[in-house]
């Protein structure tokens, strides 16, 4: 039977004493796949999604998952890695909290011959060996489709505050960078404020009320995800204004309770990110394990929803 053990810190002792898999074997004796899974935390909707689609994948797929929660913090991921190296488990995947400094860790796991899939976020390594495969959004794509729906529904200067996610991460500098190449073209359109809100929905609200106190005439939020866009929809509600008519707000990932306030008109536009990724990457595990060659990068097939498109397809949303 499927193991889900969440671990904080404190708890990876214990985890790295529970012991299963093998690295130098291609699985256990009864050919099980053992998964070692480090993942960011709980942050946010689409974090919840994607933990709930890794878990069920896994069991479906009959691989045994040792799960641990990193509470955003990349010492707690760094520790998980390495207890799932001294477990000796078949595989490890990860979505990295920030991009760099994992070189260290990945080595111990290539050395102890584990191999590992990148998850949602990839690292910034010049060594590519460190890791087979990296499944996950295009998130500067992301940040491409946002700003090319401001650039065809506004005319007229747009004073943009940016709620960015966590400091480091790769959503939140790709999204970023993704979002600026567009509007290069339309000088009339400036981000006059922008900080981390870290993925977080009461770190959006927190930064949204300071933007609010600090930066007078502000048109429109690009929030990197629907969590900070709903916190900065209640600190411009409790400013008195109108989310969705007086600011314009753009957010990404389309889980379920930014589709509701989409449709409601208080968010104007989701650029979607798929938290979906549990299947694949049980797909991926199984070959990497097996010794079959896979692909470098897997990229996720994701759309974009206007308010019209969110009413239509809430019904039928998985999460
Ligand atoms: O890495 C994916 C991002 O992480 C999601 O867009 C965000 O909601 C989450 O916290």
Known sequence: MLKKITVAVSSILLLAACGAGGGDDAAGDDGTITMGFAQVGAESGWRTANTKSVQEAAKAAGID?????????????????????????????????????????????????????LTDRAIDSEDTSLY???????????????????????????????????????????????FEEVIASRPDIEIVASQTGDFTRSGGKQVME???RSTPDIDVVYAHNDDMGL????????????????????????????MEALAAGEINFI???????GEQLMDLAKKVVAGEEVPARVVTEEGTFTQEQAKAALPDRQY
């Open 65 to 117: 998952l040792k799960f641990s929660d990193a509470q955003q913090k990349q010492e707690n991921q760094i520790k998980a890695i390495r207890s799932y190296v001294q477990q000796k488990v078949d595989v490890i995947a990860f979505s990295p909290v920030v991009e760099t400094g994992w070189d260290t860790v990945l080595l111990e796991a290539k050395r102890a011959n584990i191999p590992v899939i």
């Open 132 to 178: 087979e495969t990296f499944l996950g959004s295009d998130f500067v794509e992301e940040g491409n489709k946002a700003a090319q729906w401001l650039l065809d529904n506004t005319t007229g200067a747009q004073k943009v505050v940016e709620l960015q996610g966590t400091t480091g991460a790769a959503p939140a500098i790709d999204r970023k960078k993704g």
């Open 210 to 212: 300071a933007f609010l």
């Open 231 to 258: 916190g900065a929809i209640e600190a411009i509600r409790a400013a008195g204004k109108v989310p969705g008519k007086d600011i314009t707000i753009i957010t990404v990932d389309a889980v379920k309770a930014g």
């Open 271 to 277: 650029v979607e990110c798929n938290p979906l990724l």
